[in-house]
């Protein structure tokens, strides 16, 4: 089954910018969707954004309010996540992950990446 691999995270100012990449070891349907998720410090498991492999239907969480861009190189099969303006309360390891499924539910998504660490100093 197709294997996801995050990179990018690392240890950014208040303010700054990080851009996380999710690379797939192969592409999988075009109506499959990768999604980010994040989970800070104590905190619940949070949607961040999803985009399908055709590069369309990109949704964000509400918490993004424009700071963050999703997009898509389909000749590398890598997700970015573009992450500007970037707050203390951002620090949090991101996740990618794939749905197959018709519905963009959290719990639809599988094939789950090891993260990747983002820490934001203020």
């Known amino acids: 089954q197709v294997q996801l691999t995050e990179s990018g995270g690392g240890l950014v100012q208040a303010g700054g910018s990080l851009r996380l990449s999710c690379a797939a070891s192969?592409?999988?349907?075009?109506?499959?969707?990768i999604g980010w998720f994040r989970r800070g410090p104590g905190k619940e498991r949070e949607f961040v954004g999803s985009?399908?492999?055709?590069?369309?239907?990109?949704r964000y969480g509400t918490f993004v309010e424009g700071r963050f861009t999703i997009s898509i190189d389909n000749a590398k099969n890598t997700v970015y996540l573009q992450m500007t303006g970037l707050k203390p309360e951002d620090t949090a390891i991101y996740f990618c992950?794939?749905?197959?499924?018709?519905?963009?539910?959290?719990?639809?998504?599988?094939?789950w990446g090891q993260g990747t660490q983002v820490t934001v100093s203020s």
């Open positions: 992950a794939r749905n197959r499924f018709v519905l963009d539910y959290d719990n639809n998504y599988e094939n």
């Open positions: 985009i399908r492999w055709t590069g369309a239907d990109i």
């Open positions: 192969y592409r999988t349907a075009s109506s499959d969707r």
